[in-house]
């Protein structure tokens, strides 16, 4: 297998922003290095994904904020079956759900780094690691995990 | 009107069944349009209703062909109910046979077919990736990770609920053997002589941990349709009528908030749908005999057995066990007909078809007396959906 500066091979279909303009902060944000999520500026809840509407208050004050990027795992899962032509012969990979306690216990998604046959543990403390992509058509950065 | 004067409870029933030969993905030699008019056909043969005297369609997860076309195809002189559940996967089974009893229930129209054809050969495949490069929205945050086919989406819930309960392989396997033991005595079955073992399964491969290749529905072409009418209509046709006691559909509180963030994560969807069912059928999960349970996944089945009241998470790795799940005597035979891993992948809507084959005695693993027959469609997906059918006797 052929170095690769990235988890999963370049051909992965690659992320662009909603045309409608709702997730552009969160792209924005991964390209200068930084992980921010939705905050409602009326009543304070965290939310994630994005949403035009704050779950808790109904309030349309969205708001932005950076957040540590430190969290636990939720869940995960390691896939063998390549589903996508551009995992054909790559082997497993691990997806983890992380849930961020700093951030009202929002949950996001990423690869977990490191050994695709690693052990992972329910719990496990991990951190964000910024992956770009300088040489995609539309250049754009993943967030992946980390165990610490 | 109150509340519980609003009931679907025995005013309808289905009256007819029908399926065409089921393949394996690709190998279908009609057209999807095809499948689902020779399945309609047979539905109202097995009735005995002229296909002219059908008034209505009800279908689910974006079915391709349009109830409009099958009108003008069949001739019907006029069309007066055409629905779509929304949702993907096989959440609407159900659901769309409620949309149709409540048609007809309200008035409406008399006699609506629920149907399902998929041929996938002549269309993308479920567990392959669609074309295209680029990817946005809630796609966006999880194709670029391989988070992509329906496996992927749902081991993380399951995971998470065998973490939270201990629940073991053994489960999920017991559901797998489960299906592959009915389907061999079911001639309809596209693994019908292909028994699976406990070895079989346990040295098969990985398609996404937790799940192995077993624990993972097929992929088929076919078509499959019911026909829905009055509960007096049924009664003056020749099958026996099995009439619909509940259906309910919905999911919990948020279930959809993007990026797998539901509140309740290790969930099939079902903990407020299941006792809105239990409570319009006037049934307890003691009084089923026997369940239909969607296998997208067997974790899937896992959880919607838990909550549908059959037995506790905790109780889990105790019940899930062959001799429990296999008619005619064990505790709580499921999938009679092999279901999604083993007889076809017909979206589900076979599932419906063998829930009604037990209410007539007719099934290829018979459930001796069965008068009180479930369906859960689509765990894990939302909005899902569930609904109980029963005999004469236990209207």
């Known amino acids: 297998m052929a170095t690769t500066p990235y988890y999963l091979p370049a051909a992965m279909p690659a992320p662009v922003p909603e045309a409608d303009g709702l997730d552009k902060p969160y792209w924005d944000g991964t390209r200068r290095g930084e992980l921010v999520v939705q905050r409602c500026g009326k009543c304070r809840a965290w939310q994630w994904g994005p949403e035009w509407i704050c779950h808790a208050c109904l309030s349309f004050e969205m ?56 052990l992972v543990r329910i719990g496990a403390p991990v951190e964000a690691v910024f992956e770009p992509h300088d040489d995609a058509k539309v250049p754009f950065t993943l967030v992946h995990w980390k165990p610490i | 009107m109150s509340a519980k004067d609003r009931t679907l409870r025995g005013k309808v029933a289905i009256a007819g069944i029908g399926e065409t030969r089921y393949y394996k993905h690709g190998q279908s030699p009609d057209s999807e349009f095809a499948l689902a008019l020779h399945a309609i056909l047979r539905a ?80 993308q495949r479920f567990g392959a990736a669609p074309p295209g490069s680029a990817v946005s929205g809630e796609a966006a945050l999880t194709f670029p990770y391989g988070l992509i086919s329906p496996a992927q989406r749902f081991a993380m819930r399951v995971m998470r609920f065998m973490h939270d309960y201990g629940i073991r392989e053994g489960a999920q396997r017991a ?166 891993l083993a007889e076809c992948y017909m979206h589900g809507l076979e599932l419906v078809i063998e829930a009604v084959r037990q209410i007539r005695g007719e099934s290829t693993n018979q459930v001796a007396d069965a008068e009180v027959s479930m369906v859960i469609s689509g765990p894990m997906v939302t909005p899902v959906s569930s609904l109980i059918l029963g005999g004469e006797a236990a209207l």
């Open chain 1, 63 to 118: 708001g932005w904020e950076r957040v540590e990027g430190r969290g636990v795992i939720y869940s995960w899962e390691r896939a063998w079956h390549p589903v996508h032509p551009a995992l054909k012969e790559h082997g497993p990979y691990i997806v983890a759900l992380v849930e961020l306690p700093e951030a009202g216990g929002i949950r996001m998604l990423g690869n977990l780094l490191g050994d695709p046959r690693q």
């Open chain 2, 175 to 340: 559901i797998a053997l489960a299906s592959y033991h009915h389907a061999q005595a079911n001639p309809r079955a596209v693994m019908y002589g292909r028994p699976l073992t406990a070895e079989i399964y346990d040295t098969s491969r990985w398609i996404v941990e937790p799940f192995r290749l077993y624990d993972c529905c097929m992929e088929n072409d076919g078509a499959a349709a019911v026909i829905v009418v009055s509960a007096e209509r049924a009664r003056d046709l020749k099958p026996r009528p099995a009439y619909l006691l509940g259906v309910a559909q919905g999911s919990e509180h948020r279930n959809a908030a993007r990026s797998h963030n539901a509140p309740l994560y290790g969930t099939s969807s079902f903990t407020t749908v299941a006792p809105q069912l239990y409570d319009m059928a006037g049934v307890a999960p003691k009084d089923v005999q026997v369940v239909q349970s969607y296998e997208n996944f067997t974790g899937g089945v896992l959880m919607s057995l838990v909550e549908h009241g059959f037995f506790t998470a905790e109780e889990a790795n105790d019940f899930l066990v062959v001799d429990n799940l296999v008619a005619p005597k064990g505790r709580l035979p499921l999938n009679t007909s092999g279901g999604n």
């Open chain 2, 44 to 123: 109202g043969a097995d009735a005995g209703i002229d296909p002219r005297q059908v008034d209505g369609f009800a279908s689910y997860s974006n079915d391709r062909n349009d109830p409009s076309r099958i009108a003008a195809a069949l001739g019907l002189p006029a069309l007066r109910f055409s629905n779509m559940q929304w949702g993907g996967g096989g959440g609407g089974g159900s659901a769309a046979v409620g949309n149709a009893a409540a048609a007809v229930a309200g008035g409406v129209a008399d006699c609506v077919v629920v149907f399902r054809a998929l041929a996938q050969g002549q269309f």
